[in-house]
């Protein structure tokens, strides 16, 4: 495993251009350890855009970003290896089971055990009496757990989450909400994308409301979140 670590994530002036469409300009922040930082704002907002950008999947047109002395032009692999990220796409082999799943991901990531890997992650998804069914006969929260297993397998210090809440009901939203903040207590970065206000209420650490690809504003530790978000949203350009 890689010995790369950090213990925060910095953007300085990040834009990213499709063409002629500015889908991020000049975003900047800072997080750290221990701490959940919300992206919010309306679709088209920039929310996937950026997180694309923290996982090293998009480059940007201009800014940087850097995971406490590392940049990710120069680090590379060794950088992604401390990253992890749920995105809409959850990435899992309906065909195999959940324990086949994990224990794929946890070799691709060099577990000494990869069974042992997947076996500690279905005990935390709380789906160990439902390891060897394949993920087709899971239902949608079902498949959110494992995938969010799967995104933390390798123990990455950067979790990158981009709507997880979608398609969940009650009881997967909370257990979701309680592996977050067990991450956080855990030293984790989570940076998570989310429309989802009520379930973002009293988890996030900080949020950046953007819009049309720009930063509105940022708050630190955000309380009555749906009438701060309408406040700062509602400010004309």
Known sequence: MTNVDFDEVSAEDVSRH??????????????????ILGLLGPNGAGKSTMIAVLATLLRPSSGD???GTH????????????????????????ELTARENLAFFAGLYGAASARAAADAALDRAGLADRGDDPISSFSRGMRQRVALERSLIHGP??????????GLDDASAAALVARLRGLR????????????????????DSALFLRDGRMVDAVARPDALRSTYRSIMGRTS
């Open 157 to 166: 210090r950067l979790v990158l989450l981009d709507e997880p809440f979608t």
């Open 185 to 204: 207590n855990e030293g984790a970065i989570v940076v998570l994308a989310t429309h989802d206000l009520d379930l973002a209420e009293g988890l996030l």
């Open 65 to 67: 970003v850097r995971y």
């Open 71 to 94: 940049a990710a032009s120069a680090t590379g692999a060794d950088l992604r290896a401390r990253i992890g990220i749920l995105g809409h796409d959850l990435f899992l082999y309906p």
């Open 18 to 35: 499709f063409g002629r469409r500015k889908a991020l300009s000049r975003i900047s922040f800072q997080t750290g350890t221990g701490s």
